[in-house]
């Protein structure tokens, strides 16, 4: 089992910046990726950003060069430093991992971001 808590949401105006951060404990050893998704009202939960073990990363086509995903193996900790932030960006923002062995899906519980015009 991981455990994945998020936390560094709130509300910005636009261009503004906020860092998120998933700090992850249980079996770490079993994670072979992580990222982070999102969802706003009534759409789908899309991928933002993620990281690979061996430090692959991919970005969601509307987040490049804005956001940036990085990760600190000591703190088992994965960060989504979001820039020049868009009121589009405005979602509940999830931590995802995803395990080695069948591929299992972890959930952290969302934190919001909001973003005001």
């Known amino acids: 089992q991981v455990q994945l808590v998020e936390s560094g949401g709130g509300l910005v105006q636009a261009g503004g910046s906020l860092r998120l951060s998933c700090a992850a404990s249980g079996s770490i050893f079993s994670i072979n990726a992580m990222g982070w998704y999102r969802q706003a009202p009534g759409k789908q939960r899309e991928l933002v950003a993620g990281i690979f073990s061996g430090g692959n990363t991919t970005y969601a086509d509307s987040v490049k060069g804005r956001f940036t995903i990085s990760r600190d193996n000591a703190k088992n900790t994965v960060y989504l430093q979001m820039n020049s932030l868009k009121p589009e960006d405005t979602a509940v923002y999830y931590c995802?991992?995803?395990?080695?062995?069948?591929?299992?899906?972890?959930w952290g519980q969302g934190t919001q971001v909001t973003v005001s015009s």
């Open positions: 995802n991992a995803v395990a080695i062995v069948g591929g299992i899906d972890y």
